[in-house]
């Protein structure tokens, strides 16, 4: 077994994020939840499925780099979660390289990115916002060679 089941790595992500809302206001575990599907959705493996969930829970502090060290979880989701992490001040092409270097985060980016660039998703931020992240999601997609959604 791995250690974490993915019922119990869902109910960590739910409830580290619960206090959590995306830049429309709406329930980040909302976003999670369709990375995860999305994910599943692309034939993603257990170890994807659970670094799904936990994608966002170190970087934006939810959950320690040290929780994370010594969490009940394969390695490679480990390295999914680490490669995933958008630094400070990190250019976009090493953070795509990151991914691109790591086994198995790429399709969980590619998800993430899926239900970020939504048009009914991006309909509920300011233009200025919208604008902003749709050229951001489009730079990654590109040096991440992903095809442009549509």
Excluded at 51 to 74: F, K, M
Excluded at 118 to 125: F, S, T
């Amino acid at each position: 077994m791995h250690g974490m089941t993915l019922v119990q790595v869902e109910a960590l992500a739910r409830l580290a994020h619960a206090a959590q809302v995306d830049e429309a206001g709406r329930p980040y575990t909302e976003h999670l939840g369709a990375v995860v599907m999305g994910v599943a959705d692309r034939g993603g493996s257990y170890e994807q499925i659970a670094a799904a969930w936990l994608h966002e829970a170190v970087e934006d502090g939810v959950l320690s780099e040290q929780w994370l060290a010594g969490a009940a979880l394969p390695q490679s989701v480990k390295d999914m979660i680490r490669a995933l992490i958008e630094r400070p001040g990190e250019p976009l092409e090493e953070y795509a390289a990151r991914i691109l270097a790591t086994p198995g985060a790429l399709l969980v980016k590619e998800s993430d990115l899926a239900h970020q660039s939504d048009p009914r998703r991006l309909a509920l931020l300011s233009p200025a916002a919208r604008d902003r992240l749709t050229a951001k999601y489009a730079h990654i997609r590109g040096l991440l060679e992903l095809p442009t959604p549509g």
